[in-house]
């Protein structure tokens, strides 16, 4: 699924209308019927979760989590599959609708449009509606201007918006928010300020139209204030804020609506960016989830990682990256560590192979164990480095040694990152030519770009679609909603994952799972995609496991693999 920005929207609209002569009225149209389908969505499921928590003796059919009760629901759940069909007709419809009664909140632009056209499609399927005009109605312009002089010919019923005025939300059942679009620049002010406080404290379910006034369409960042929505019916293409936190959680469920426009981008729209599910890891990116193996393979057929990382007081983090990167399917994996940590660590893991290098007895990496590590890779596909490897004097000549002498592909995580930094960043280092894939976390992009990770988090996309293409690597920029760019301008948002992953341990088992399908023969990108999808959902299905996400662990991940 595609993302853009607002400009690249604006862009897109104004191709639609006129290069291919679809007319604004009939997208406006298209977009206000979408929103009140959604709306009547809404209501028609809470009618059906209210129904069936209404047969005595039974259970709801639907836990807390939002996911169904397998173990006592059967009875409930025949009842609810009644309700379903009773609903689908047209009593029930009428039935589920009775009693609802929105707010529609109009402001003076083209989303207001929208409002207005939601309203009137929700009037007619029997919904009482109220539109609340941010400002006098006579300051709509052009098409919006046009719709409300169709909904006073209706007779809607109609009021303008007065700060604090007591009653506005009283009697609702829901409210509409058709402020601001994504046209709209800085923090909402005034009465729209105002009107967008009151409808928050309201307590009442919102319903964004294309995005919730006062967020940022590009970045995610929240405006003060910001519309708190339940849904957001994002029109046409889903906007790149709404893909990335703390946009993600204002915007609640977002179901993006078809409204005309066509599916494919223009020519000169190159886009902000893609979901990252497995249809496009298929249709873009060319790999499976399932990740089929031959009939006649061998462990030689899938690649051997070497992974030089640990050190005396983190061989944990090792450890479960080695793991990892077998889980993930590479034939081999080989654990370059110092020496001291081979008696602690010998057998942790059966299958991982060890590779002591001199250390002086520390446990801890010195600038000449470079030389084994290089030795090493002369048999081996892939090299991650960083986990657990811990700070220490020579550093950054090790580190060197290691991105300007190993002609293939590497994987750069946690103190190698923070090494690279300390060592002047990738503006210091010269382009590796073979596959080079960088999985900080904010904190260490922000090192790594001399920003604060304030600054990291505010424009997540565009920061990682720059640094990828400046320095010809391939970025994994981790958190809720990962964002993976390559060189060339790819970038791709992450779809799955699970809030118990918020865990120590859990980066380094990324590491290994790109690494491991950097071996197998995947690109720099394939691998970085696939990799964060598989953890991400490995990280669901662990969660499910447990009774409390809190519990989850790194090591839960790598077993869900």
């Known amino acids: ?32 019927r979408a929103i009140a389908e959604e709306v009547l969505s809404y209501c028609r499921a809470k009618s059906l979760r209210t129904a069936e928590c209404r047969h005595p003796g039974q259970y709801p059919a639907w836990g807390w989590n939002g996911q169904k009760r397998p173990a006592y629901a059967k009875d409930a759940m025949q009842a609810s599959q009644a309700t379903r069909e009773e609903i689908r007709s047209d009593t029930g419809d009428r039935e589920a609708l009775a009693g609802e009664r929105w707010l529609i909140l109009i402001g003076k632009g083209n989303n207001g449009g929208d409002g207005l056209v939601c309203a009137r499609h929700l009037a007619d399927a029997g919904v009482d ?165 031959q009939a006649d393979g061998h462990k030689g057929t899938y690649g051997h990682v070497l992974l030089a990382a640990g050190s005396l007081p983190m ?90 002498g190993i002609p293939r592909p590497l994987v750069v995580d946690a103190d190698a990152l923070n090494i690279l930094a300390a060592a002047g960043g990738l503006a210091a280092w010269q382009r590796r030519d073979a596959a080079t ?34 320095h010809g690597v391939t970025l994994v920029l981790k958190g809720a909603r990962t964002v993976v760019a390559d060189p060339g301008g790819r970038v791709y948002v992450n779809t799955t994952g699970h809030p118990g992953m918020a865990t120590g341990g859990s980066g380094d088992v990324l590491t290994g799972i790109i690494a491991s399908l950097l071996a197998q023969g995947l690109s720099g990108i394939q691998a970085a995609a696939l990799g964060v999808y598989l953890h991400g959902l490995a990280g669901e299905r662990a969660a499910s496991a447990r009774w409390s996400s809190g519990s989850l662990i790194a090591g839960d991940i790598i077993e869900a693999l």
């Open 129 to 293: 509606v109220r539109l609340l005009y941010a400002e006098p109605p006579e300051s709509l312009r052009g098409d919006a201007a046009a719709q409300h002089a169709i909904a006073e010919r209706l007779g809607l019923p109609r009021s303008v918006y007065t700060p604090g005025e007591a009653g506005t939300f009283s009697g609702f059942t829901g409210i509409v928010d058709a402020l601001l679009g994504t046209g709209a620049k800085g923090a909402p002010r005034g009465t729209y300020a105002s009107l967008i406080r009151e409808a928050n404290g309201s307590g009442l379910p919102i319903i964004a139209a294309d995005i919730p006034s006062g967020l940022d369409a590009d970045t995610g960042g929240l405006h003060d204030p910001c519309i708190r929505a339940r849904k957001t019916v994002s029109l046409a293409f889903m906007k790149a804020g709404l893909s990335q936190y703390p946009g993600a959680e204002a915007a609640g469920e977002v179901m993006v609506r078809y409204i005309g426009i066509p599916t494919d981008l223009p020519p000169h729209v190159s886009g902000a960016g893609q979901l990252l599910t497995e249809a496009t890891l298929w249709s873009e990116l060319g790999v499976s989830v399932d990740r089929p193996r």
């Open 315 to 404: 061989s944990g983090a090792a450890l479960l990256s080695a793991k990892a990167a077998l889980r993930a399917g590479c034939g081999l994996a080989t654990w370059a560590l110092p020496a001291a940590l081979l008696p602690h660590t010998a057998g942790a893991v059966p299958e991982l192979m060890a590779a002591p290098v001199p250390d002086d007895g520390n446990g801890a990496w010195s600038e000449g164990a470079a030389d084994e590590v290089l030795r090493l890779m002369q048999a081996r596909d892939v090299l991650a480095v960083g986990p657990g490897l811990g700070r220490f004097p020579g550093e950054a000549g090790f580190l060197r040694a290691l991105w300007e």
């Open 437 to 470: 894939v960088l999985t900080p976390h904010p904190g260490e992009m922000a090192r790594l770009a001399g920003l604060s990770t304030a600054e990291v988090q505010r424009d997540r996309l565009g920061l990682a679609r720059r640094f990828a293409a400046q």
């Open 1 to 32: 699924m595609q993302l853009v920005t607002s400009e690249q929207m604006r862009e897109i609209d104004q191709y639609t209308i006129q290069m291919l002569g679809i007319p604004a009225m009939v997208l406006m149209e298209n977009a206000g």
